[in-house]
Nanobody, 123 residues
Framework: QVQLVESGGGLVQSGGSLRLSCAVS????????MSWFRQAPGKEREFVAG???????YYGRSVKGRFTISRDNAKNLVALQMTSLKPEDTAVYHC?????????????????WGRGTQVTVSS
């Protein structure tokens, strides 16, 4: 059974850091494209960061230079290191996975999703 479980969210002050993890069961993260999306209240789901099969990384414009996505094949998880957090980063962060070839920044390309973890950045 496929499961993606996010953890590591919480409340942090502006300028602070958080590290999110997505623990995966049911498949190997090394065989999938893995990404993070976020959704704030009243807004559409937004691409944050992604990893393709060859460890190439992709970032949303608003987080580039502040966030880093990584994959730990031994632990079968994907992490998102977030630094210099801003109030506008407040959202529920979701992990997603796909073996397909759709556009990596498009949420419809993904087959599996986690329930998300809340990140709140106070000003």
């Amino acid at each position: 059974q496929v499961q993606l479980v996010e953890s590591g969210g919480g409340l942090v002050q502006s300028g602070g850091s958080l590290r999110l993890s997505c623990a995966v069961s049911g498949f190997s993260v090394s065989n999938y494209r893995m990404s993070w999306f976020r959704q704030a209240p009243g807004k559409e789901r937004e691409f944050v960061a992604g990893l393709n099969w060859h460890t190439f990384t992709y970032y949303g414009r608003s987080v580039k230079g502040r966030f880093t996505i990584s994959r730990d094949n031994a632990k079968n998880l994907v992490a998102l290191q977030m630094t210099s957090l801003k109030p506008e980063d407040t959202a529920v962060y979701h992990c997603a996975a796909t073996r397909g070839f759709g556009y990596i920044k498009n949420a419809t390309s993904y087959n599996f999703w986690g329930r998300g973890t809340q990140v709140t950045v106070s000003s």
